[in-house]
């Protein structure tokens, strides 16, 4: 069968996705509301506010201070640091390495929404804790995560969501997570072949799989763009192919993040559909997984 | 006399402001209203929004690009390129090199009200049509002009006033000005001594004469931060010691404002107060200079 997502080619396409955004019909007992469910599905993105209480978002903002602060022994390749300095700008595999996490990622207001939206059981495809500090936050250029999982680490089908909680306000100058709505609809095919080890450089600055300045003015001309800001706590979901991005931040104003991505169960990992090699486990996890058990209630 | 503000020094200060924001008393027939007058003082920068007509901006907007298409000869070292590409950043000396910026730098709504903010004529100190380009936008650091134009120009005292005016549509994602309202109201003496030649790095990349993380940190948190946006024709005035800056900008919205500092006929230059060598006059007016004759109505 034709892969209907190539990417990496000798010329940029646009190609119409082929998969659904929302995968169940909604029911009074979903997760989440119909007008919700709807808005996810027309924008490839869902804001979602005041669903932790305020001892949760304490519990979970000490928890990261902990994971970052070097005082908790933490798995080998697991920590990124900002470019030209020592401070922790991620930590992956956070149900690994915390229970809170664990327990967060497992919640019915996260995984449960990934669930329903995606119409299968999920597990978690890549974890992680983002930290942008003040004053030298760098930018992280618009991408589709899709195109990346797709190409290199072998993700068949557009059926894995994004959940970001926000660990500090954020507002529209201190560099927040961009979206362009709509954008989810269409796949870019990039252009370029993949160099080997590319994660080793994409994940300080990426430089390919990454849209042509000709296909962002289109899509942002087309679609505009949606700062999803929000006072610690906020919750925003994400469709896998939906074009996002973040400015640098020069403010006082750090900006942290809890990020899990779940991919659907009938859609694990195969070989990369345009690299040599597949991306490490940390990235993308690829070994036995295991459905998540949706957990109801508080988390702390 | 001591110099009320000394700066690069061993250790950064905090020094009160030693001269006043708003150097008339309203009435009535003043180019701005009491309300604004006021803002403008409390603030350190007042945007006004609606001065200028659809056909006035329309033929600022084709001057500006005039400027920056190549087009038209320009001044030896008057033009600043994007660093690591070809793409104009800045043009200085525009009413030297366009009759029409010529005309807006007198106008009643733009040198009129800088006029009576600071009671007494005035004149250009600096002027700059300014691009920042969509993508590949860099951020520019937070400082206050004031503590370059004294320490690098000789700027006696705090009797100066920019004026921009947008360009291009700017919101709080598109790397706007940033401001920090009330901050004009102490003097951030900065740590270090100036190198030579100082404004060759400085103008692209801003290294000494800024205030350290902990100071921006504690204004930022006493003052807020405020992001100048608006429709193109929107017009920013700001005091030469209000601290701003502004963050890159990945979006493919590109930025442009037309920049004039207007300095008080009484606050004419001296020598550098800490600087072995003045700048250029491209960056600060140091030769014979004529008071502004402010002009009513329309610029087209």
Known sequence: AQDPYPSRLPE???????DKTVWSQWRPDAPLTAQQADQFDRDGFLIVKDVFSAEEIEAL???????????RELMDGSVITEPGSDEVRTVFKLPEQSPLFNRLARDRRVAGVASFLLGDEVYVHQSRLNYKPGFTGKEFYWHSDFETWHAEDGMPRMRAI??????????ALNGPLMLMPGSHKEFIACAGETPDDNHKASLKKQEVGVPSHEALTKLASRHGITAATGKAGTLVFFDCNTMHGSNGNITPFSRSNAFFVFNAMSNRLEEPFGAKKARPDFLAERGEVQALEVAAGKLV
């Open 61 to 71: 903002m000490a928890e990261s201070a902990a994971l970052r602060g070097g005082e």
């Open 12 to 18: 940029e396409r646009f190609l119409p996705r082929q």
């Open 162 to 171: 994004s959940a970001s909680l926000l660990l500090t306000d954020n507002d």
